[in-house]
T-cell receptor, first 115, second 115 residues
Framework: AQKVTQAQTEISVVEKEDVTLDCVYE???????LFWYKQPPSGELVFLIR??????QNEISGRYSWNFQKSTSSFNFTITASQVVDSAVYFC????????????FGTGTRLQVFP | GAGVSQSPSNKVTEKGKDVELRCDPI?????LYWYRQSLGQGLEFLIY????????KSGLPSDRFSAERTGGSVSTLTIQRTQQEDSAVYLC?????????????FGPGTRLTVT
């Protein structure tokens, strides 16, 4: 069965700290995609990144980086030098090739960055 | 260009009444999805449209829920005889072709409150 677990419900940091959001997934499919979405206080989900199951290369985009490890079924997200504007709920999601392209979401991690 | 739009943004209804929620996807996007975000259940998939057909309705929680899409564009989610547990934010998303791994673009959601 497919499942996404975000064990951290809420994280609070002070501005400029680095923070890592954990995501662990379960799937029987060999072809799948992992996503991170950001939901700021305004409520609209914003796409951040997508990785497919055949590409374990880590990715960096500005202050954001992602670490995909198939061996541990994890797709963790790190924000370097966090800023107040990073405060949001972050969702990890999975879609499987055998299962249409619906997204299976984790429960989200609320990140609060204090000045 | 315009993003996914949803209306109304907020809806308060009495228990037992029917409600209709509308989604306007991004122009040219063939795939459309409905999700529900509630405190108890997190973000969950409801239904997926490819054109006007719904190949995956597996997430609809009961037969009180139905959805249709016309002209390969606008979609309406209908909830009949609303119950208090239907209170949630209903999110609509669209993607260009509806293939696995494709980015889904989300609307701002409709907050439904059943009193």
């Amino acid at each position: 069965a497919q499942k996404v677990t975000q064990a951290q419900t809420e994280i609070s940091v002070v501005e400029k700290e680095d923070v890592t959001l954990d995501c662990v997934y379960e799937t029987r499919d060999t072809t799948y995609y992992l996503f991170w979405y950001k939901q700021p206080p305004s409520g609209e989900l914003v796409f951040l990144i997508r990785r497919n199951s055949f590409d374990e290369q880590n990715e960096i985009s500005g202050r954001y980086s992602w670490n995909f490890q198939k061996s541990t079924s994890s797709f963790n997200f790190t924000i370097t030098a966090s800023q107040v504007v990073d405060s949001a709920v972050y969702f990890c999601a999975l879609s499987e090739a055998e299962n249409t392209d619906k997204l299976i979401f984790g429960t989200g991690t609320r990140l609060q960055v204090f000045p | 260009g315009a993003g996914v739009s949803q209306s109304p943004s907020n809806k308060v209804t009495e228990k037992g009444k029917d409600v209709e929620l509308r989604c306007d996807p991004i122009s040219g996007h063939t795939a459309l999805y409905w999700y529900r975000q509630s405190l108890g259940q997190g973000l969950e998939f409801l239904i997926y449209f490819q054109g006007n057909s719904a190949p995956d309705k597996s997430g609809l929680p009961s037969d009180r829920f139905s959805a249709e899409r016309t002209g390969g564009s606008v979609s309406t989610l209908t909830i009949q005889r609303t119950q208090q547990e239907d209170s949630a934010v209903y999110l609509c998303a669209s993607s260009l072709r509806g293939i696995v791994g494709e980015e889904q673009y989300f609307g701002p959601g409709t907050r439904l409150t059943v009193t």
